[in-house]
T-cell receptor, first 113, second 115 residues
Framework: SQTIHQWPATLVQPVGSPLSLECTVE??????LYWYRQAAGRGLQLLFY??????ISSEVPQNLSASRPQDRQFILSSKKLLLSDSGFYLC????????????FGPGTRLTVT | AQSVTQLGSHVSVSEGALVLLRCNYS??????LFWYVQYPNQGLQLLLK??????LVKGINGFEAEFKKSETSFHLTKPSAHMSDAAEYFC?????????????FGSGTQLTVLP
């Protein structure tokens, strides 16, 4: 069966520090991968998606970047965090065979202080 | 462009009462529609989905939703609320963009179940 992992689960970082969040998927090949952010009291905002290694599409211009160094690994990064980067970050995946729904990881709670 | 509107950011029901969470969508093509549930500090879990075929779809935990094209709605219902149903619920519509299908989410409805 397929599983999706995110780490760390929680993170507290000072403003101006770098960020690296990791997402890995097991049990499937060539998934589409997604990064979402959920700010307090708000819905989900799609940040990036990837259909293959090295292929990244950005949905919102911002202080963040994404990379996909391996087929089932998706990384969200920042060189310098802003207060507004605080939120709950969710990774998700799907494939053509999964009938277009997405499956979500457990999330990472990021607090920028 | 596709969009989703969830009416009511907060809904409270008594335990045992009917749960009704409203979702309306706009789409230029036949949509794929989804309901997800999120418990505090967890990821989203798929409750149910509509792609094609029967317009009344049943999901997990006793929830169901009906696709009504004429009303552009996909409301979520459960006949009898349970305390464990307290969570945030998101309606979503699927959009094909480039090589991937993306989900556009509503802003969510927080369901509170009162004892």
């Amino acid at each position: 069966s397929q599983t999706i992992h995110q780490w760390p689960a929680t993170l507290v970082q000072p403003v101006g520090s770098p960020l690296s969040l990791e997402c890995t998927v097991e049990g499937t090949s060539n998934p589409n991968l997604y990064w979402y952010r959920q700010a307090a009291g708000r819905g989900l905002q799609l940040l990036f998606y990837s259909v293959g290694i090295g292929q990244i599409s950005s949905e919102v211009p911002q202080n963040l970047s994404a990379s996909r160094p391996q087929d089932r690994q998706f990384i969200l990064s920042s060189k310098k965090l802003l207060l507004s980067d605080s939120g709950f970050y969710l990774c998700a995946w799907n494939t053509v065979d999964s009938r277009y729904e997405q499956y979500f990881g457990p999330g990472t709670r990021l607090t920028v202080t | 462009a596709q969009s989703v509107t969830q009416l009511g950011s907060h809904v409270s029901v008594s335990e045992g009462a009917l749960v009704l969470l409203r979702c309306n969508y706009s789409s230029s093509v036949p949509p794929y529609l989804f309901w997800y549930v999120q418990y505090p500090n967890q990821g989203l879990q798929l409750l149910l989905k509509y792609t094609t075929g029967a317009t009344l779809v049943k999901g997990i935990n006793g929830f169901e939703a009906e696709f009504k094209k004429s009303e552009t709605s996909f409301h979520l219902t459960k006949p009898s609320a349970h305390m464990s149903d307290a969570a945030e619920y998101f309606c979503a519509v699927s959009l094909f963009s480039g090589s991937a299908r993306q989900l556009t989410f509503g802003s969510g409805t927080q369901l509170t179940v009162l004892p």
